[in-house]
């Protein structure tokens, strides 16, 4: 069935460091893949998305990449700041439904 | 431009009893996406509603049913409550049956004493 798999599953890093997130998905029919950043008791804040045609993008800080053979993709967060420190979550969409099948999360500590 | 409007923010309903979520997506979205997320846990998909049909079904109880109305918004009917239910509720809307413009609610966030 449909899968995401996302490591690690917590992360702690100092101030102005770089963190990674990695996923790994299984439907080969995805064709979008979000990432998301949630805070306690809120919903989740779309801080990056990257499409099946696109191998990489980057938004300031915030960079995806995308290996379509490997079905896996990243993020990249560079120079963390203390409002990074929050729970993170990759998805997958299938081309068909839209759905969201959703990593297992990342709670990423950013120490001042 | 609002977002997409979820009601109630937060409710609490004992055992057994029922509890109806109501989900308003943004204007013109016609794609409606509820999300079930536990304490801890990732958001998991329950069922999605496009056009006013059942486009797609997740892991959503017997117990749970919903439906998408002609304005477009969407009501999700809980029955028989079970402690386990206790989780916040999301509700997302999107364009034309895929992932364009998708946008997620604020939340209920449902309680089950």
């Known amino acids: 069935g449909e899968n995401v798999e996302q490591h690690p599953s917590t992360l702690s890093v100092q101030e102005g460091d770089s963190a990674v997130i990695k996923c790994t998905y299984s439907d080969s029919a995805s064709n979008y893949f979000p990432w998301y950043k949630q805070e306690l008791g809120k919903r989740p804040q779309l801080i990056i998305d990257i499409r099946s045609n696109v191998g990489e993008k980057k938004d300031q800080r915030i960079a995806v990449t995308l290996n379509k053979t490997a079905k896996h993709f990243s993020l990249h967060i560079t120079e963390t700041q203390p409002e990074d420190s929050a729970v993170y979550f990759c998805a997958a969409s299938s081309r068909n439904t839209g759905k969201l099948i959703f990593g297992q999360g990342t709670t990423l500590q950013v120490k001042p | 431009a609002a977002g997409v409007i979820q009601s109630p923010r937060h409710l609490i309903k004992e055992k057994r009893e029922t509890a109806t979520l109501k989900c308003y997506p943004i204007?013109?979205?016609?794609?409606v996406y509820w999300y079930q997320q536990g304490p801890g846990q990732d958001p998991q998909f329950l069922i999605s509603f496009y056009e006013k049909m059942q486009s797609d079904k997740g892991s959503i109880p017997d117990r749970f049913s919903a439906q998408q109305f002609s304005d477009y918004h969407s009501e999700l009917n809980m029955s028989s409550l079970e402690l386990g239910d206790s989780a916040l509720y999301f509700c997302?809307?999107?364009?034309?049956?895929?992932?364009?413009?998708?946008?997620f609610g604020s939340g209920t966030r449902l309680t089950v004493v």
């Open positions: 997302a809307s999107s364009l034309g049956g895929g992932a364009a413009g998708y946008t």
């Open positions: 204007s013109r979205h016609d794609t």
